[in-house]
């Protein structure tokens, strides 16, 4: 019986997501988003997520009064709002494109800075490491390498619902290589890695079986795959986030690959060192753009 009224939710909640791309898609990328910013805004606030999200504020922002807080609140249920609209378009997307859906208003949807590491990438012809952050619409960050011919694998976490898991599958294709999260994942990125291929990481998210390093002034359980991968193959770690600028157009940033210090250091404390420095990295990030990160994960 249970497992008859979990597939009954499964298809009810699919046929509504399906519902939605293709209200979406009817309506345009800019016009999606715009709306589906406005109701994320009014319905997030009623879940239950919009607790955790008051919470998490609170805890990094404690000295910010309510209204403080709930502004970048709903700029935060608003951006979540435009990046599940444009999910039924990002496959179509290029930043290095500037005509038809990639321009918005008469001009580029994209705006890149620092593209010069990813012009020293492709002419090392090694692999590389990418991390970002759950910032403005993460879902386009592999396709400054993607679509830049340098093949890109990125780790990919299974939807709950099977018949939506395998729309977002569907509406991710082309946007780069995924690998599952877990062993299986990891093994896939390593391969790619070891074939000279870049591999792009959101690494904001929460790992209980990762070590507790600083990000935002508190401890988190973070990943260490990242650090492992970049010693053991002797790869660069690459920051790159996206900035949400006006509504449905981004600002690809790219910053200079972390380096190990000029010193002797043991292999824990190479590791110690690149996590550090990516948890220091992405919250700069946050901090500059609060209301783009989503802050509805449990991450501490």
Known sequence: MKILIANTLYIIEAFFFILWILFCKLLGINYASLIGGKLAKLLGPLTNLDKRALNNLKKIFPHYTETEIDKIKLGMWKNLGRTIAELAFVNKLNPYKKKNINSYKGKP?????????????????????????????????????????????SIYRHANNPINDKMIRWLRKGI???APKGPKGAKKIFKALRNKKCAAVLA????NEGKSINFLGHPAKTATAIAEFSIKLSLPIIPIHVVRVEGPTFQYIIEKPIKLPNRNLSHEEKVLFILN????????????????????????
Request: include cysteine; proline fraction near 3%; aromatic fraction near 14%.
């Open 204 to 207: 904001d998210q929460k790992l």
């Open 277 to 300: 420095s990516i948890n220091e990295k992405m919250g700069e990030w946050i901090l500059q753009n609060p209301e783009q990160w989503l802050w509805i994960h449990n991450r501490w």
């Open 176 to 178: 780069c290589q995924y």
């Open 109 to 153: 949807r994209f705006s890149i800075i620092g593209q010069q590491y990813i012009d020293d990438l492709k002419n090392s012809g090694k692999g590389a490491l990418l991390f970002s952050a759950h910032l403005a619409n993460w879902e386009i960050g592999p396709l400054i390498t993607s679509r830049y011919n340098l093949e890109t694998t």
